[in-house]
């Protein structure tokens, strides 16, 4: 996990209710194939496979993936390996596919999805040359196809006249007796959805930064067009050979406020781990116990001189030295006897011991230190709370202060005289690893301040129609669970460990979050009895689910992803997307379906078996007129 994006739908995933275990998942009318048409296509895929699988659950592993990523070499490769594939290689995944048993319902054909995004075109002409892709890709299945083509157009203002020019070319296309036949598209339908809807607002077409929901809608046209049901011919009359020069759709959505509940839920827990950076101080003692410092004994020279002391000559040395050392004679008086040979032996072997040690071992010493200074402080308290008279204080405890070792026994002051040495080291090392310590800790809150400021500039709730309340619902219940200050105090230290980055922040939170989220049944409820949770006014299901519907539909006529100076002709085809199983379910499809629609329109219902979200898209048929201006 690398971005706050990948947190929010990380933790998104977490509050679902959407019965997928449970489902009653739909059958594939045909086989079915997906192609993007260039690279930027591509990027869809991740929502459209995740939406197409709640509908068709394990069924959708047969689903074949390819990219076309150049117009004009037309290279194929698989979608999901990235590797190029030949003719050869596709008609055996084809053949593959058309072996698979009790899987589709018809294996004449092979229900064909072309999806290509606007945004990477440079011209109409270019768009022509997608356009005409489908023969290429047609040749190399090598099978009969029922064919979309799903156009994403782009029509930001930056864009406008490139769009305008393909809209023409899909009308000139469509006219064009040389293409198909006149009045005819070399594919079975061509479905266009805009950016800029038929209000004239925008919606974000950028498959890396748009609401997550609104990418369903290609999803929902696969199941709606290719899978198996009652009603399947009169979808597939409305969808596909409808004799017009190609469809849109007004696409709308309610589902349980997921995303707000996370940024709401992570902006105050951001919010509180800011409040303690100021409280974080370091005093000696805290240093002290930090680098294991006791009584003036360090366990870090501790260990290293029980590893080393094997390594020093052994005590029979002195019988090689002039003289004799007795157990009454001091260091000094022995060295005296010696001519000064015995400081000369210590300095040349001994003390070379120590420092090759040292050496050898220099950064797995630092490393241990700086381990030590990891787990007792965080990256606040070693960037804000060491002072330099903190240091002395505590490095002054860890000399080793026995007295002059020259006045004591030989021994005794060969062993004091070593250790003194050590001591010396590992304080220059204890403080290199001090410094080490803090500018990993600077990195650290560096990290943890930009993770902060993402999060605050991306923390936006609207808090209208089914959406009232949610931060002071949501906002009171993250406030009262970290009411309990060890539960802060323990995700901050663990935050703030120096060797965090902004990757292990992330995957940090989302952990604590779902622990969150455990704590209270309300984040696993569905969306309508959420709703009357949070509404607390909405006294009966019914009701909650009449609102639903209400928001379902409203001015959803408004919002035809297709922007046109000429008048749309009536809507022809209205679909509903939701869980129709249960009584609860049921009210909203009872209140959907019962609802009053012109004679013309025909209305069908999908069951997603999805706790978590309903769907409402009404297709309109684009005009020759529709295309020209």
């Not at 689903?63 to 004009?72: A, H, R, S």
């Not at 040749?139 to 029509?155: A, F, Y």
């Not at 509180?272 to 003036?296: P, S």
Request: aromatic share 10%.
């Amino acid at each position: 996990m690398e971005t706050v994006k990948e947190l929010i739908h990380g933790s998104v995933g977490l509050l679902g209710n959407n019965g997928i275990a449970s489902a009653e998942f739909s059958r594939p009318h045909y086989p079915t194939c997906v192609v993007y048409f260039g690279e930027r296509s591509s990027k869809y895929h991740r929502d459209l496979l995740e939406d197409i699988t709640r509908g068709w659950g394990g069924n959708a592993d047969y689903i074949k993936f390819y990219t076309v990523e150049n117009v004009d070499s037309r290279n194929i490769k698989d979608a999901l390996s990235g590797s190029d594939l030949t003719a050869f290689d596709v008609k055996t995944q084809i053949t593959d596919l058309l072996s698979s048993q009790n899987v589709f319902t018809d294996m004449t054909r092979i229900a064909l999805y072309c999806v290509v995004d606007t945004t990477d075109v440079k011209s109409a002409e270019e768009f022509g040359k997608w356009y005409s892709t489908i023969n290429f890709v047609e040749d190399t299945i090598g099978v009969s196809t029922l064919s979309m083509l799903m156009v994403i157009l782009n029509e930001s203002l930056q864009m406008t006249a490139l769009a305008k020019g393909i809209k023409n070319k899909i009308r000139d296309l469509y006219q064009d007796e040389n293409v198909g036949g006149k009045n005819t598209h070399l594919y079975d339908s061509v479905f266009v959805f805009g950016n800029r809807l038929k209000n004239g607002s925008f919606i974000k077409i950028d498959p890396t930064e748009s609401d997550y929901a609104n990418f369903n809608l290609f999803a929902d046209i696969v199941l709606l067009t290719n899978t198996r049901c009652p009603d399947y011919n009169d979808r597939r009359a409305h969808l596909y050979g409808s004799g017009k020069p190609a469809l849109t759709a007004a696409y709308g959505f309610v589902q349980k406020p997921m995303a707000e509940i996370v940024m709401i839920s992570l902006t105050i827990i951001m919010s509180k781990l800011k409040g303690l950076l100021a409280t974080q101080t370091v005093d000696a003692d805290m240093l002290t116990n930090a680098l294991e410092i006791n009584k003036g004994r360090s366990e870090v020279y501790e260990r290293f001189y029980s590893e080393i002391k094997e390594l020093l000559p052994p005590r029979e040395f002195m019988n090689w030295l002039p003289g004799k050392a007795t157990p009454d004679r001091t260091f000094d008086e022995f060295n005296r006897t010696t001519d000064g040979c015995l400081q000369k032996f210590l300095e040349q072997n001994h003390f070379e011991v120590v420092d090759a040690e040292l050496l050898n071992r220099s950064d797995f010493v630092t490393k241990e230190i700086v381990a030590l200074l990891s787990g007792a402080l965080n990256a606040a308290q070693l960037v804000n709370g060491i002072s330099n008279e903190v240091r002395r204080t505590v490095f002054d405890k860890a000399e080793i202060a026995l007295g002059n070792p020259d006045k004591l026994q030989v021994q005794a002051a060969i062993d004091m005289k070593v250790k003194k040495a050590i001591a010396i080291e590992l304080r220059a090392k204890s403080n290199d690893a001090l410094t080490a310590a803090v500018q990993k800790a600077e990195t650290c809150m560096e990290q943890f301040k930009q993770l902060c400021s993402e999060l605050e500039k991306m923390f936006a709730v609207g808090e209208e129609g089914t959406r009232k309340n949610l931060t002071t619902f949501y906002g009171d219940k993250i406030q009262r669970y970290f009411n309990d200050t060890s539960k802060l105090n323990a995700l901050f230290q663990s935050i703030l460990k120096i060797e965090n980055d902004k990757a292990a922040m992330l995957q940090i939170l989302l952990e604590a979050i779902e622990v969150f989220f455990e704590s209270d049944p309300v984040y696993k409820l569905s969306f309508s009895e959420e709703l009357i949770e949070r509404l607390g006014n909405v006294d009966t299901e019914k009701r909650a689910q009449e609102f639903i519907g209400q928001e379902l539909i409203k001015n959803l006529d408004e919002r035809v992803s297709y922007f046109s100076k000429h008048v749309f002709q009536t809507r022809t085809f209205e679909a509903y997307l939701l869980n129709t199983k249960g009584t609860n379910n049921n009210l909203l499809f009872r209140y959907l379906n019962d609802r009053a629609i012109p004679p013309e329109v025909t209305r069908t219902f999908f069951n997603t078996c999805n706790n978590d979200m309903a769907e409402s898209i009404w297709f309109y048929a684009c005009s020759v007129d529709n295309l020209s201006l």
